[in-house]
């Protein structure tokens, strides 16, 4: 049974840095002669004692901040302090000389990763080529694409059954053995670092399946284990804590804890009831994740996506997402990450309010993060055919601070909420509950003259609340164009799908792709064959790669052949124009609701962007387009049209323009 410490304020998180300082010197001091003994026992040499100490003075007193804010309350903190310190030092030393260069040259070139270079895509291993060794043979498809990042979906050992697409992990140690070994994924990051491509993985830190080694303890009685998770033995707890929770996924099971049988008590669940949430108020489990998480970037990791980063504190009476601790949780492995593998990036998961997305985001927490209410808005505004929400949301939401960046995508492995803000939807006349519920009927196919062909995802019939599965093609009108054989609507769905491509690609951040939509994939609505899938809706947008239909990638007369060579092309011309680096955006006012028009600008390099939401042609003011831009005559750096602002601008039916002024 766990003890659930109560939130008594800290002391000394409340006195004055300096003070904290001192106490972060003293501490230091006092575990010095446990790192010389490891220096010793290690037989490290001097200068990479001096290297590694010099990180470590750098970021000790930030990571003994938060440690003593979290932590300093348990009898045995000190113990814990060098726990963590040492977990850390050790995963440095396990760390391939290879990857130490990169982290210098990394530290070298704070915020490398928000380079224009940087344009992503994201797989389940097995789906994509069965496994890690066929995958790097594929190595040549991602460069064909022009990809220089790729997130494989969790690859490592799961529960048997249903492991909700890898994200129920029994180890994080070894990698399913259906996909193949440790070995492989080393082989295979090194062969990705070879040509230039990073390598992204999860870090799953807020629960573990509920087979992994601590859960198969907790259930044989293991008081030590136990105190990983969150177990309780009746409703009480669980039911006053319910009181305030949100459910994730309802349709699956009520509520947020899971009865377990075999311990005759309730176990903390927020996602599947085979996922135990992790106690991070054990600083036992902030150090034992640790360790994995430094194993996980020692095979080559660059970027880890930290997931569900929403829910890792619990406090009774609030929501249990986004508390204060959680942000401290991620900043003390950011810390960790910084001394024992400098050239780590976090990306955040954090699929909530925007006010709450941004929180995650900063040098010290996560560096990156996934912009769930542009995709949500990019998705919305062509439902609309009226970008005025998302310019609302663009104005306010788009800047975030030096050296950090958005990860951009369109669709992922998760379904699509609406996540956008109530404030700024009545800001702009719209009524947000109606809104999402128009939403919902629209990707739904409900909605009368929809294009789309979504499926329902988690449907609360008490709330109203759902959220969309679906791939990018089907959502966006290829799958009913299709299916009426009409040439027509075919043309307007290809349209939709570069259109969105091109604003994820120039909008600044990092963009992602998930594999498949570069040529068109459609549902799958095959999924509900496999019993451990039919209840998950997300699947129906997990097709399997299908690599037959690569032959007609050089197809003229092709959709999938047409749609890949246009996004190869775009990929191309956004890692050739500086303009595209970083995130600085400025919005244009065209007058017409159904544009959307920006500049980008990086030094003297300056791209308009001006994109048509809407299946009839609009134009755009060229006074607008001079004052911008400065300049009379554009070439589109898509089509390599010149263009003259003399007269207006017109676009045609979801056209995009690139202008550069020549
Ligand atoms: C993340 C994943 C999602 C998974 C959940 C639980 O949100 O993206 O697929 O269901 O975490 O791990
Ligand atoms: C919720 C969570 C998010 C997760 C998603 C899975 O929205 O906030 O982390 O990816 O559920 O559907």
């Not at 008081?223 to 319910?242: A, L, V």
């Not at 669940?269 to 150090?287: A, G, M």
């Not at 379904?415 to 939807?425: L, M, N, R, V």
Request: with cysteine.
């Amino acid at each position: 049974m766990i003890a659930l410490k109560t939130d008594s304020p800290n002391t000394l998180r409340r006195r004055p840095a300096s003070q904290v300082d001192r106490r972060a010197d003293v501490a230091l001091e006092r575990l010095l002669p446990t790192l010389e003994a490891f220096w010793e026992s290690e037989d490290v040499d001097q200068t990479e004692v001096d290297e590694i100490m010099e990180r470590v003075q750098r970021h000790w007193p930030r990571l003994f901040h938060l440690l003593v804010g979290l932590y300093g309350k348990q009898w045995d903190f000190f113990y814990h302090l060098e726990q963590i310190l040492m977990t850390t030092v050790r995963g440095w030393r396990m760390r391939d000389e290879s990857l130490r260069q990169t982290d210098r040259h990394r530290i070298n070139n704070p915020g490398w990763y928000t380079s224009e270079k940087l344009v992503g895509g994201a797989l389940y291993v097995d789906l994509f080529s069965e496994n890690l060794g066929k995958l790097r043979e594929q190595i040549p498809y991602f460069q064909k694409l022009g990809l220089t990042y790729l997130h494989l979906m969790p690859l490592f050992a799961v529960r048997p059954g249903n492991n909700d697409g890898g994200y129920a992990i029994s180890n994080y140690r070894s990698v399913d053995p259906r996909v193949g070994t440790i070995d492989d994924l080393r082989k295979l990051a090194e062969s990705l670092r070879e040509v230039g491509i990073l390598l992204v993985l999860d870090f799953v830190f807020n629960h573990t399946a509920d087979d992994h080694y601590w859960a198969q303890q907790a259930q044989s009685g293991s008081e030590e284990f136990s105190d990983y998770y969150f177990i309780f033995p009746d409703r009480t707890m669980p039911d006053q804590y319910e009181k305030t929770l949100r459910e994730i996924f309802p349709t699956v099971r009520r509520g947020s804890f899971t009865w377990h049988d075999g311990m005759q008590q309730w176990v903390w669940t927020t996602f599947n009831s085979f996922q135990w949430d992790l106690n991070y108020r054990n600083p036992e489990v902030f150090r034992a994740m640790l360790a994995e998480m430094l194993f996980i970037a020692n095979t080559g990791v660059d970027f880890v996506r930290l997931d569900a980063v929403a829910f890792i504190w619990k406090q009774m009476g609030t929501m249990c997402e986004n508390l204060p601790e959680a942000h401290e949780i991620i900043q003390a492995f950011n810390a960790c990450s910084r001394i024992a593998a400098p050239g780590l990036v976090f990306k955040s998961e954090a699929i909530v309010h925007p006010d709450d997305v941004v929180k995650y985001i900063s040098e010290d927490e996560c560096q990156t993060s996934y912009n769930p209410t542009l995709m949500a808005l990019l998705w919305e505004s062509l439902a609309t055919r009226d970008t005025k929400l998302l310019r609302r949301s663009l104005s306010r939401r788009h800047n975030l601070p030096a050296r950090t960046t958005w990860v951009n995508y369109l669709r992922c492995h998760d379904d699509i909420g609406w996540t956008f803000d109530d404030e700024d939807a009545s800001a702009v006349g719209i009524s947000a509950f109606h809104h999402r519920q128009f939403l919902n009927a629209f990707y739904t196919g409900q909605f009368e003259g929809s294009f789309a062909r979504g499926v329902p995802f988690q449907h609360n019939t008490e709330t109203g609340d759902m959220r969309i599965s679906g791939t990018l093609a089907s959502l966006a009108g290829l799958e009913q164009a299709i299916e009426k054989d009409r040439d027509d609507l075919k043309e307007l769905a290809i349209r939709r799908i570069l259109l969105l491509n091109a604003s994820m690609l120039s909008i600044g951040g990092i963009p992602l792709i998930y594999l498949g939509e570069e040529w068109g994939a459609l549902n799958d609505y095959d999924f509900v064959k496999d019993p451990a899938k039919a209840g998950d809706t997300r699947w129906v947008h997990r097709p399997k790669m299908q690599w037959t239909f690569l032959k007609e990638l050089g197809d003229d007369g092709s959709i999938r052949g047409r749609i890949f060579r246009s996004l190869q092309k775009l990929i191309d011309i956004r890692k050739n124009t500086p303009a595209f680096s970083g995130l600085d955006m400025e919005l244009i006012e065209t007058q017409s609701p159904q544009l959307l028009a920006y500049v980008r600008a990086d030094a003297g390099n300056r791209v308009i962007v001006v994109s048509n939401f809407s299946e009839h042609p609009q134009t755009i003011g060229s006074n607008r387009l001079r004052t911008a831009g400065m300049g009379r005559f554009f070439e589109d750096l898509y089509t390599g049209e010149t263009i003259t602002t003399a007269n207006q601008v017109n676009l045609e039916p979801y056209q995009f323009l690139w202008l550069r002024r020549v």
